[in-house]
């Protein structure tokens, strides 16, 4: 599982507010939420990225209520990948289940700018900057929740996982 | 090998005889819970999963009261989608309003949660249940969804941090003081993934509702749960409500706990968060004056018969400040009519408070009481982050009922000693 993109840059304590604020929740189309996904503290933020972009964040992101509108905003705007130094409980499983994957890496945290261009093999547990070739290593993921990403979400995993079940 | 009260529950309902910090298992759950807000999302992903029947009618709860009695057309379609859907399957514990309140205080006064129970709600709160000795945390709506049609979900088993209190508490000090002056030392992600486990002298010796008040707040700290291990006071409480047989999980001696915070509550007084952030936490001695323009006492955190009292008792003659609005939602249809029984209905609207419908209302900036820009208040409920109960720019300060009932007389935050 390989991603690349540029850097998005966000702080610590980024919530569930400020992804996606709760006057939008009329709605859990991800196409439509993404139309205001951050639209608080980065108007326009759908504009600004290209599809497989990555979101490099410090500690906590996510944290605050259990609405899965938040992830879903976020894959709608086409960001294929949050990096960050630790996530929220319940954001963790809200974005795997709907498909968008997220790694711990404290180092990669702390070291890349806004704007850098990364590579991330997440079997392999690595993020490549493209100009310099620095390396910093990420948390592998756990296999379930590489299972779900493989799958596309908890939904289909479900689905694949009983059918084979149901298989002699 | 020993374990925690946590652990062992979450082995029981992995079907394992241990289970340790870390590990993802996979475990039966007793009771799924959704409301009004969450249910719709988590109704579309059971249906997507093309299952044609609900694991088990009697253990999913649908409870309205986010945004009941409903405030607009999209809270009613909500509603809808919900009550169709519980219809559809033959929902048990789907309840109208005037038969229930807020999910948090309903589950437990109909006796729908028992200790040793493992419960998964879709809303961050439901760490509450935790108070009854059982496990049980907040999840998102397609988590929810799988488990309508399942009745198993995955869980990575979370470390405990032992919250120890000891000592003797002052006057007028509450759970909600001891649960605020907690998150003031741990912060929003102090027990991030972690159970934070509840125990001592002082819990022993805490009703019911202050035990529910502490373990509601648990995800606060980015807790996963909170918990007390059941005792005389659980089992008093639940034989009242239920007729099946509690699971009296205790935790090993010589468990492993990854920190053990020792707290000292004699010197502990009444204490307030400011804006933005629960953990923003100070001694009310320490909170200067501040004007108000609206109180608050109601909520899955501060909403239950005994909260009523305690503001009861802070307004028995005395009369809310000229200029406040003071609002009181009791937490459910049951708390209501108790508090009627009681005379606190009477007491409270004497004093000049409006008294709202069972429901979230205000808390999360629904209805019934939302902030307008640069307005004030103290408010009884969980979180006061930017524009939680209305505008952008108004503020949320969070205390107990006691706190409250005294603010809403002077106009500005104070305690029951300056009355």
Redesign the interface.
Known sequence: MRFQGTVWKFGD?T?T?CII??RF??V?DELELARHCFT?VRPGFQDMITQGDIIVAG??FG??????HAPLAIKGVGISLIVAE?F???FY??AF??GLPLVESPEASRALAEGTKVSVDLLAGEIEVFDTGERFSCKPL?D?MRHIIEAG???EY??TK?GHEHVP | MPMTITEKILALHAHREGVSPGELIEVDVDMALANDITAPLAIDVFEAIGTHAVYDPEKIALIPDHFVPNKDINSAQQAKVMREFAARHGILHYYEIGQCGIEHVTLPEKGLVIPGDLVIGADSHTCTYGALGAFSTGVGSTDLGVIMATGKTWLKVPPTIKLHYEGRLSPWVRGKDLILHTLGMLGVDGATYRALEFSGTVIKGLSMDQRFTMANMAVEAGAKNGIIEPDGITLGFVADRSSRAPSLVAGDPGADYERVIRIEVDTIEPQVALPYSPANVRPLSQIGSIELDQVFIGSCTNGRLEDLRDAAAVLKGHTVKKGVRLIVIPGSELVYQEALQEGLIGVLLGAGAVIGPPSCGPCLGGHLGVLAEGERALSTTNRNFIGRMGHPTSEVYLASPVVAASSAIRGRIAGPEEL
């Not at chain 1, 944290?63 to 899965?68: I, K, Q, V």
């Open positions: 304590d919530d507010d604020p709760a929740l009329t859990y608080d500690r906590n944290f605050g209520s259990s609405r899965e630790s929220a409980r319940i499983r809200n289940n709907i756990p379930l979400g908890l939904v479900v689905k009983r």
